[in-house]
């Protein structure tokens, strides 16, 4: 009877660990637009803001731009200077417009002469980063790995 409660017991261990486990990788994509006020785990259940999408994400994973998002809206924006932070993350962010091999044909907007400033490593693949108004873009890594990966496009940007 008692090797039979040791082996319940370590059953319901062995599930709570998987369950556990599998909440955890489950946080690896999250999806953001303008207009969203979901918690980021599906399209239809987007972020509305970029900064949160990347809080989420502190060991790493992926962003897919469920529509267009501007950076101007978010709350890690300085107006007076035109930057937006990303928040720091312990590993690799991607952000994408592509959403399991289907690209959604979303942009991530820009105001005119904005920088980005990455405090993690971030790669930027499938994506088309625009400005409306034909100005320049400034992107740093401050230190940290910053990659433009495949079908990254500049949209109305100048280029020097």
Known sequence: MKNIRVLILSLCMMLALCL?????????????????????????????????????LKNGGTIVLAGDCSVEKS??????VKAFTAPATNGTVVITSSDNG??????????????????????????????ANNKTLVMAGRFFELTFGKGVVMSNIEVH
């Open 20 to 56: 556990f486990a599998f909440a955890a990788s489950a946080a690896d994509v999250v999806y953001v637009k303008d207009g969203g006020n979901g918690n980021g785990s599906s399209a239809d259940a987007a972020f509305g803001d970029l900064a949160d999408a990347m809080a989420a």
């Open 102 to 131: 289907k690209n959604t044909g979303a942009r991530l907007i820009f105001p005119d002469a904005a920088r980005f400033f990455c405090t993690g490593n971030t790669t930027f693949e499938n994506i088309t980063f625009y400005n």
């Open 75 to 80: 709350a890690n924006f300085d107006s007076a």
